[in-house]
Every structure is written in structure tokens, then in C-alpha cells.
């Protein structure tokens, strides 16, 4: 498992996943360090998914919000979907107050429900694929 702090902000890997956990303080000139860093590690590094730790986060302006859904939305286009996790209620509250609510990005509980939740997608996800492979092989040994 790899640990380190970058920028502001901590990134580990575990059980094949990038985590992330986002300072208290948290601004746009974090926000963009944070989306180069981490598009950077994940074309390198290929993980499974990742996964952003809000647990930290108080305030949270409407500008951040953007690069984290151009986060996600670039991780999954890499093939690394993205889960938040540990959203405190009172930023979960002003979020939706602000009717921002991350609609495109998959939440969980806590850290380890969006590992699950990320390697149990990835799981059906091979699965799947192994599976439509068999078939077009079942179909091209039998014409």
C-alpha cells in the first residue's frame, strides 16, 4: 500500500482502489492540484476505481464541486469509476440547499462501503466480460 501526501490532500491505495482524502480547507487552486495529480496516477497506475473521502470537508465552494465531477467523470472515462464517501451532514446539507448533489457520481457510507462497492462492480464487470467472450467463441466454434 502506498502513502503520501500531495499538495494538500492524502492519497493511498488499497485493496486495487485510490483514495483520497480532501483537506478541511479545500479551494479551487486544491481542487485543480488535485485533478492533475490524481488523472495523472490513475492513467499510470490503472486502480480499480477511486474513491474521494469527504469526511473532512466543511465548506465546499460551487467551483470544487465542478472539478470533482470533471474528476469523475474523467477517472471513469479511464476506466477508474469514482465513489464519495463520508459526506458530513452539515456539507451534505448545504450542498442541497445549493441543489448540488453529485447525481452522476455513485456515494457510500464510508470508505470501506465504496471499496465494496468498487470492487464488487469491477467483479461483475469481468465476470461480463469473460462471459461474452465465451459466447462469441461458443458461436464462431459452432456456425
Given amino acids: 500500500m502506498q502513502v503520501g501526501t500531495r499538495g494538500h490532500f492524502a492519497v493511498h491505495e488499497t485493496q486495487g482502489c485510490l483514495v483520497v482524502t480532501l483537506p478541511i480547507d479545500m479551494d479551487t487552486e486544491v481542487a485543480g492540484e488535485l485533478y492533475t495529480r490524481l488523472i495523472y496516477d490513475i492513467s499510470r497506475d490503472r486502480p480499480l476505481g477511486l474513491v474521494v473521502d469527504l469526511s473532512m470537508v466543511t465548506i465546499m465552494p ?3 464541486t465542478k472539478v470533482l465531477v470533471r474528476l469523475a467523470r474523467t477517472a471513469t472515462l479511464l476506466d477508474s469509476p469514482t465513489v464519495i464517501c463520508d459526506i458530513p451532514a452539515s456539507l451534505a446539507s448545504a450542498l442541497a440547499m445549493l441543489d448540488i448533489g453529485f447525481e452522476e457520481v455513485p456515494k457510500a457510507r464510508d470508505i470501506d462501503h465504496a471499496i465494496a462497492l468498487l470492487t464488487a462492480d469491477r467483479s461483475m464487470n469481468k465476470t461480463g466480460r469473460q462471459h461474452v467472450r465465451a459466447s462469441k467463441e ?6
Fill in 62 to 64: 460551487s467551483d470544487v
Fill in 138 to 143: 461458443n458461436r464462431a466454434s459452432h456456425p
